[in-house]
């Protein structure tokens, strides 16, 4: 059974700070890999997509990378800002299953002025 | 900017009542899906739904739950007969291809079950 944990649980940074999410799974054989990004009480919203066969993405001042091999995949964020505070969240889909997201726990994210 | 849609935002509900959470997916998508949250804890897999019917679902989507797709803007998940672990928030998404395409969710419906 594929396992999704992220570390930190919870981050303060001051504004400014570039600052890394992590991400790991336990089951190398992944489809696809999305981080989303989710503010309190609200939905999810979608920040980047990475294939299998890719190593990162990037959107703005974010880039995601991943490493099959090892199980992991980091979200970084470049020069933070208080609108960035939020919980970041990264799911996973194995491959053959579908488009069935298996999400992380979460990393709370919290930018100070 | 397309977008799924949920109704309604918040629902409380008595213990052993019937729910009918709405949703309404991007119109070009082709693979829906109902997620839930319960409060503090991961967001779960409950069914994923394709050409009419069910392609997969989870354990916790057991007889209690059903979804349809009545029309052909429209996506329900009912509860048949609601217990106080079913509160939590549940997120309707809609993809347009099978793999390796960005979901897209809704605003989450907050069902409260008391």
């Known amino acids: 059974k594929q396992e999704v944990t992220q570390i930190p649980a919870a981050l303060s940074v001051p504004e400014g700070e570039n600052l890394v999410l992590n991400c790991s799974f336990t089951d190398s054989a992944i489809y696809n890999l999305q981080w989303f990004r989710q503010d309190p009480g609200k939905g999810l919203t979608s920040l980047l997509l990475?294939?299998?066969?890719?190593r990162e993405q990037t959107s703005g001042r974010l880039n995601a990378s991943l490493d099959k091999s090892s199980g992991r995949s980091t979200l970084y964020i470049a020069a933070s800002q208080p609108g960035d505070s939020a919980t970041y969240l990264c799911a996973v889909v194995l491959t053959g299953g579908g488009n069935k997201l298996t999400f992380g726990t979460g990393t709370q994210l919290k930018v100070e002025l | 900017e397309p977008e799924v849609t949920q109704t309604p935002s918040h629902q409380v509900t008595q213990m052993g009542q019937e729910v009918i959470l709405r949703c309404v997916p991007i119109s070009n998508h082709l693979y829906f899906y109902w997620y839930r949250q319960i409060l503090g804890q991961k967001v779960e897999f409950l069914v994923s739904?394709?050409?009419?019917?069910?392609?997969?679902k989870s354990e916790i989507f057991d007889d209690q739950f059903s979804v349809e797709r009545p029309d052909g803007s429209n996506f329900t998940l009912k509860i048949r007969s609601t217990k106080l672990e079913d509160s939590a928030m549940y997120f309707c998404a809609s993809a347009p291809l099978r793999g390796g395409n960005t979901i897209y969710f809704g605003e989450g419906s907050w069902l409260t079950v008391v």
């Open positions: 990475i294939q299998s066969s890719q």
């Open positions: 739904f394709y050409n009419n019917e069910i392609s997969e």
